[in-house]
């Protein structure tokens, strides 16, 4: 018998660790769809243990809903979660500082932090302004609302869709809100959803201020301004909804970012200082486009920021973001929404759903981004979207 040799090449594939810092609608998009290549190791890195529904807060401040989803039912098999804070990113080295003392280091990193809210400089605002903008600021809010007496007055700053749901949910709890616009109430609807929407507000008993400015805010009365004259208004408790811009991590880890934080990258959605960090999410400002802060923004673009890291590691070219708008809906109380159809720039098209079918549709909305995020975790590559979207400049005040 004889023996012959042979010499068994062993192949060994080549892994890449990629870091997805945030796990909301972006971040937990990510992190399924890098799945796709199975020698690709995913890293999330999360301040809370949980997935928080954003859309949700108002609903959590009232008690009328919970945000919450486990990772294990929403993160695909494999995926790493380490439960802290990122505070500085070492591009060169390709770390990632935490809170906690500790690093974590990575080939990709895909930055989809999100967005904090945007504090007015108005006096007395940083000492007594309240907000719902995320899920810490929300759980302090809530602890506010359930000490407040029944038909105790609440005023909602901030006349966008986040400052009229939480007037909608706090109105239909049984408080005394008035809603100070500041501005047109709903700019960004046509003016059809609008009328209906601050006709809906009415019928919960929400005081609807179009066009007054809040000029000061103190413990227990928020001072407005109104075609010249001062109106003061009692409030237990004054909601700032107002706006939002991204957190400072980017900016002071050396990062081109825009005018409020958000960093900046090519229309792939790479960093233009370094092609080894992505962007996604309220956290990113693409070159060319204007995407409202959104789910509806959000979960694409994790999709394809994790399609552009992909590409990277493939050695192919990513290729540009591509997406667009279908609608704004927006909750007022429990019983009654908006529903605005919007053009693929997100301009308001003329059809418009409002009163019970319109909650039915947000709520179907609620359900399907975590359904998204879900289906992409056990079939990664299964999430799809409008594409061919076209943005203007020229509807960035609108957006912002």
Not at 265 to 285: F, N, P
Request: with cysteine; aromatic share 4%.
């Amino acid at each position: 018998m004889s023996t012959t040799d042979t010499t068994q090449e062993i192949q060994t594939v080549e892994r890449t660790h990629v870091v997805v810092l945030g796990a909301g609608y972006a971040g937990a998009m990510a992190a399924n769809r890098l799945r796709r290549n199975p020698a690709v190791d995913v890293t999330v890195v999360n301040p809370q243990p949980f997935f928080v529904q954003r859309i949700r807060l108002h609903q959590f401040i009232a008690r009328t809903g919970e945000p919450q989803a486990a990772f294990g039912d929403l993160l695909g098999d494999g995926i790493d979660v380490v439960v802290d804070t990122a505070v500085r990113i070492d591009a060169r080295a390709r770390r990632v500082h935490l809170a906690s003392g500790k690093h974590v280091d990575y080939d990709y990193l895909i930055y989809a932090i999100g967005s904090r809210h945007h504090l007015p400089d108005i006096p007395g605002a940083a000492d007594h302004a309240l907000s719902a903008s995320d899920w810490a600021a929300a759980q302090h809010l809530r602890e506010r609302i359930d000490a407040l007496d029944a038909g105790a007055p609440v005023v909602v700053v901030g006349g966008g869709l986040t400052g009229i749901e939480l007037a909608g949910e706090l109105a239909g709890r049984g408080f005394a809100v008035t809603l100070a616009g500041g501005g047109a109430v709903a700019p960004s609807v046509g003016e059809r959803g609008r009328r209906a929407t601050i006709r809906q507000l009415g019928r919960l008993g929400v005081d609807v201020l179009d066009n007054a400015r809040v000029i000061a805010v103190e413990t227990s009365r928020v001072i407005l301004e109104t075609e010249g004259r001062e109106q003061y208004l009692p409030s237990a408790a004054t909601v700032f909804a107002t706006g939002f811009q991204a957190p400072e991590l980017a900016a002071d880890s050396g990062l081109t970012t825009d005018g409020i934080g958000r960093l900046q990258t090519d229309e792939s959605l790479t960093s233009v200082d370094d092609d080894r960090i992505l962007g996604a999410g309220d956290a990113v400002a693409v070159q060319g486009i204007t995407l409202r802060m959104s789910c509806q923004a959000a979960q694409p673009l994790g999709a394809q920021a994790a399609e552009a890291v992909l590409a990277r590691i493939a050695g192919d070219r990513p290729i540009p973001v591509d997406q667009a708008f279908v609608a704004q809906c927006t909750s007022i109380g429990r019983h009654a929404a908006t529903l605005q159809f919007t053009r693929r720039d997100d301009s308001p098209a003329r059809a418009v759903v409002t009163g019970r079918l319109a909650a039915l549709a947000k709520e179907a909305v609620c359900r399907g981004t975590v359904w998204n995020i879900r289906r992409e975790a056990a079939h990664p590559g299964a999430f799809s979207w409008l594409r061919g979207r076209e943005v203007t400049a020229e509807r960035e005040p609108v957006l912002q």
